[in-house]
């Protein structure tokens, strides 16, 4: 019997940490460890599945060359071979720009970064910028603050009013549940708003229904009464903010009647709300990121951030913003090279089918990472013709994603229990290792490795030339101040001492005023406006929401084929759709057939289907189009209207 610790590797808040035994009898199982201050002893079913992955009749073994359309399996040495001729090749004929790199964080561990640094030795790479999730939201509160931080969960504990604005813990965060419960019983009140009656609002004591996209009219509406009524703290805004008289002028446009009638709030609930805001602190606000998929995504998030700045919910215990951090950028050394000894093309990540299209040098070889672009990205359609046109595609996984697929070369890399790797992520304060606990199944090879084996067959060794404990160890040499080493993380989980409870807790900001910026860099004349109306038209008059559902993470761990489309009664009057009928849900982009669901939980000018559905290898995303946010180049994926209509079979 093999007993070890793990890390949860997924793109998730929780970052949970695993305690994991591996017998040939009893097989792989997976625990949640007790002591950890997050994980506390459960692990949700997308870690589970992470264990059931490693022995799936799915998983990938062997390197596969694209051969007259069938797949073969060929050796390593062969793979590599040809890669490196590839690249050779693009090198000459293009240089490094005709290489293209798709990644993305399906995978968080530090090693991960090995194939940018990879790319980047080549001597230069097109690749996207900016984000498939939550760039808005990102570079929004950098602007508000110089910086992305976040209290402790452990401050919720001391918040008199949680807003749970756009995020469902209770299904895409489990572990942050235990301390809103917590926080309730000492006399929280938890409010949830959200266009869809989500799982979390089975234990908050309030719910608002927002019609979707109109969040950040519905904080400056509250912004307006509380100006209106004075309810602001005076000596915080005096002191800690810049911009307040132009921002006063531009929320005095919203009024209460304005925004009941926009957003779909009474104006009672209105006033309510804005007198709990200002009167019933500490407030924390903790947004989710289908706040910001909308073109206007990033000034919804500055709204919300002015909301909790003028009423002094900044800085202070059980008081303010969770989105996410930025606590480890700079305590960690990065695996990448300086910005400048490489040539670097990138395009955005909204519209990169686009971009590749019409880039010149044109696109010789892609390379697929901790991605799945073929079902991720929105107007999949077109990135398959797109994709098709690529000489040659390249795709690392454990499974036949769709995007291998469609690929020249498949290589089958390692799950999370069969390498050693390091988990920070921008949401949890825990610095964690990961212990190989079993050897690879057939011929996999962690992504690392791979990337430092084909670094020799191209001349780069001596850039490549360390194992995974040396990378990790070159990783956290700055850690050595602070008394961590790796064999001090080896016999646990460490919170980063430089993580504080409480984000700002100086009030110095890091902008460049000192304070928190209302106004700088945009107008908030048309907050939202777009995001509320512009997406929706007479042949498409309802919104397509595709929020995570609690089985995946994107397209991960996807076990139904089909779409399933929840709609409210009297949605489903209107077009005489009955639960278990078949319904055609059509957007500009392209149509699909799905299973209809009735709920009143659903917004009735709602369709939802959750992201990460696929049938036949299409994805949800054939319904979505590329359009960028107003700030931090995030892919707009709810400004999408859409018609449905009954199926009717002959």
């Given at each position: 019997m093999?007993?070890?610790r793990?890390?949860?590797?997924?793109?998730?808040?929780?970052?949970?940490?695993?305690?994991?035994?591996y017998?040939?009898?009893?097989g792989?199982q997976?625990?949640g460890?007790?002591?950890?201050?997050i994980?506390?002893?459960f692990?949700c079913?997308?870690g589970?599945?992470?264990?059931e992955l490693v022995?799936s009749?799915?998983?990938?073994?062997?390197?596969?060359?694209?051969?007259?359309?069938?797949?073969?399996?060929?050796?390593?040495e062969e793979?590599?071979?040809?890669?490196?001729?590839?690249?050779r090749?693009?090198?000459?004929?293009?240089?490094p720009l005709g290489?293209f790199?798709?990644?993305?964080?399906a995978?968080?561990?530090?090693?991960?970064?090995?194939?940018r640094?990879f790319f980047?030795a080549?001597?230069?790479?097109?690749?996207?910028?900016?984000?498939?999730?939550?760039g808005?939201?990102y570079?929004?509160?950098?602007i508000?603050?110089?910086?992305v931080y976040?209290n402790?969960?452990?401050?919720?504990?001391?918040?008199?009013?949680?807003?749970?604005?756009?995020r469902d813990?209770?299904l895409?965060?489990?572990?942050?549940v235990?301390?809103?419960?917590k926080?309730?019983?000492?006399?929280?009140h938890?409010?949830v708003?959200?266009?869809?009656?989500?799982?979390?609002?089975?234990?908050?004591?309030?719910?608002?229904r927002?019609?979707?996209?109109?969040?950040?009219i519905?904080?400056?509406?509250?912004?307006?009464?509380?100006?209106?009524?004075?309810?602001?703290?005076w000596?915080?805004?005096?002191n800690?903010?810049?911009?307040?008289e132009?921002?006063a002028l531009k929320v005095k446009?919203?009024?209460?009647?304005?925004?009941a009638e926009?957003?779909?709030?009474s104006?009672e609930?209105?006033?309510?709300l804005?007198r709990?805001i200002?009167h019933?602190?500490?407030?924390s606000f903790?947004?989710?990121?289908?706040?910001?998929?909308?073109?206007?995504?990033?000034?919804?998030?500055?709204?919300?951030?002015?909301?909790?700045?003028i009423?002094?919910?900044?800085?202070k215990t059980?008081?303010?913003?969770?989105?996410a951090h930025?606590?480890?950028?700079?305590?960690?050394n990065?695996?990448?090279?300086?910005?400048?000894?490489c040539?670097?093309?990138r395009?955005?990540?909204?519209?990169?089918?686009e971009?590749?299209?019409?880039?010149?040098?044109p696109?010789?070889?892609a390379?697929?990472?901790?991605s799945?672009?073929l079902l991720?990205?929105?107007?999949?359609?077109?990135?398959?013709?797109i994709?098709?046109k690529?000489?040659?595609?390249?795709?690392f996984d454990?499974?036949?994603?769709?995007?291998?697929?469609?690929?020249d070369l498949?290589?089958?890399?390692?799950?999370?229990?069969?390498?050693?790797?390091?988990i920070?992520?921008?949401?949890s304060?825990?610095?964690?290792?990961?212990?190989k606990i079993l050897?690879?199944?057939?011929?996999?090879?962690?992504?690392?490795?791979i990337?430092c084996?084909?670094a020799?067959?191209?001349?780069?060794?001596?850039?490549?030339?360390k194992?995974?404990?040396e990378?990790?160890?070159?990783?956290?040499e700055?850690?050595?101040?602070?008394?961590?080493?790796l064999?001090?993380?080896r016999?646990?989980?460490?919170?980063?001492p430089?993580?504080?409870?409480i984000a700002w807790?100086?009030?110095?900001?890091k902008?460049?005023?000192g304070?928190?910026e209302?106004?700088?860099d945009f107008?908030l004349?048309?907050t939202?406006?777009r995001?509320?109306?512009?997406?929706l038209s007479?042949?498409?008059?309802?919104?397509?929401?595709t929020?995570h559902?609690?089985?995946?993470?994107?397209?991960?761990f996807?076990?139904?084929?089909?779409f399933?489309?929840?709609?409210?009664?009297?949605?489903?009057?209107?077009?005489?759709?009955?639960?278990g009928?078949?319904?055609?849900?059509?957007?500009?982009?392209?149509?699909?057939?799905?299973r209809v669901?009735?709920?009143e939980?659903?917004?009735?000018?709602?369709?939802v289907?959750?992201?990460?559905s696929l049938?036949?290898g299409?994805?949800v995303n054939?319904?979505?189009?590329?359009?960028?946010?107003?700030l931090?180049?995030?892919?707009?994926?709810?400004?999408?209207?859409?018609?449905?209509?009954?199926?009717?079979?002959?």
């Amino acid at each position: 019997m093999v007993r070890k610790r793990s890390v949860c590797p997924l793109n998730c808040p929780d970052s949970c940490s695993f305690l994991i035994s591996y017998s040939q009898e009893g097989g792989l199982q997976v625990r949640g460890e007790k002591e950890h201050p997050i994980t506390q002893g459960f692990v949700c079913s997308k870690g589970q599945a992470l264990a059931e992955l490693v022995f799936s009749p799915d998983r990938l073994k062997f390197p596969l060359l694209k051969d007259q359309g069938r797949f073969r399996r060929i050796s390593w040495e062969e793979a590599y071979a040809l890669f490196s001729e590839k690249i050779r090749e693009t090198l000459k004929e293009t240089g490094p720009l005709g290489i293209f790199h798709h990644f993305d964080y399906a995978h968080s561990g530090l090693l991960r970064d090995l194939d940018r640094r990879f790319f980047q030795a080549l001597g230069g790479i097109t690749e996207p910028e900016g984000s498939m999730c939550w760039g808005a939201g990102y570079r929004a509160q950098e602007i508000d603050f110089g910086g992305v931080y976040q209290n402790d969960w452990s401050e919720l504990e001391r918040a008199q009013t949680i807003i749970l604005w756009g995020r469902d813990p209770a299904l895409t965060n489990i572990h942050l549940v235990p301390y809103l419960l917590k926080a309730k019983e000492a006399g929280a009140h938890l409010v949830v708003i959200n266009p869809i009656r989500v799982k979390s609002t089975d234990f908050a004591q309030e719910y608002l229904r927002v019609n979707p996209g109109t969040d950040g009219i519905l904080a400056l509406g509250l912004a307006h009464i509380i100006l209106r009524e004075g309810w602001l703290d005076w000596d915080f805004m005096r002191n800690h903010i810049q911009g307040f008289e132009e921002y006063a002028l531009k929320v005095k446009e919203y009024s209460p009647a304005k925004v009941a009638e926009r957003a779909g709030v009474s104006q009672e609930k209105l006033l309510e709300l804005a007198r709990r805001i200002s009167h019933a602190g500490p407030v924390s606000f903790i947004l989710g990121y289908g706040l910001q998929r909308y073109v206007q995504g990033g000034k919804t998030i500055r709204a919300i951030d002015a909301l909790a700045a003028i009423t002094g919910n900044i800085g202070k215990t059980g008081a303010g913003i969770y989105y996410a951090h930025q606590y480890h950028k700079g305590h960690l050394n990065p695996l990448l090279l300086p910005e400048e000894s490489c040539s670097v093309r990138r395009f955005p990540h909204p519209v990169l089918a686009e971009r590749i299209q019409n880039a010149d040098p044109p696109i010789q070889i892609a390379v697929v990472t901790r991605s799945n672009p073929l079902l991720q990205q929105p107007n999949t359609l077109f990135w398959r013709e797109i994709w098709a046109k690529i000489p040659f595609k390249v795709t690392f996984d454990f499974v036949m994603s769709e995007t291998a697929r469609q690929s020249d070369l498949v290589l089958p890399v390692t799950t999370i229990f069969e390498e050693e790797d390091m988990i920070a992520t921008s949401w949890s304060p825990m610095l964690q290792i990961t212990e190989k606990i079993l050897e690879p199944r057939g011929e996999a090879k962690p992504e690392p490795v791979i990337f430092c084996e084909l670094a020799e067959y191209l001349g780069m060794g001596q850039e490549f030339r360390k194992t995974p404990e040396e990378w990790i160890s070159d990783i956290i040499e700055p850690l050595s101040e602070y008394g961590i080493t790796l064999e001090s993380l080896r016999k646990g989980p460490i919170k980063a001492p430089y993580v504080p409870n409480i984000a700002w807790e100086g009030l110095q900001f890091k902008t460049p005023s000192g304070k928190i910026e209302l106004a700088s860099d945009f107008s908030l004349q048309n907050t939202g406006e777009r995001a509320a109306s512009s997406s929706l038209s007479a042949e498409y008059p309802y919104y397509l929401l595709t929020p995570h559902s609690r089985q995946s993470i994107h397209s991960q761990f996807q076990e139904e084929e089909g779409f399933q489309m929840f709609i409210h009664p009297e949605l489903a009057e209107k077009y005489y759709l009955f639960p278990g009928d078949q319904a055609i849900v059509e957007t500009e982009q392209g149509q699909l057939l799905a299973r209809v669901y009735v709920s009143e939980d659903i917004h009735p000018q709602a369709v939802v289907i959750p992201e990460g559905s696929l049938s036949n290898g299409f994805g949800v995303n054939q319904l979505t189009k590329g359009l960028s946010s107003d700030l931090g180049q995030s892919t707009s994926y709810y400004e999408v209207g859409c018609q449905i209509r009954k199926w009717l079979v002959d």
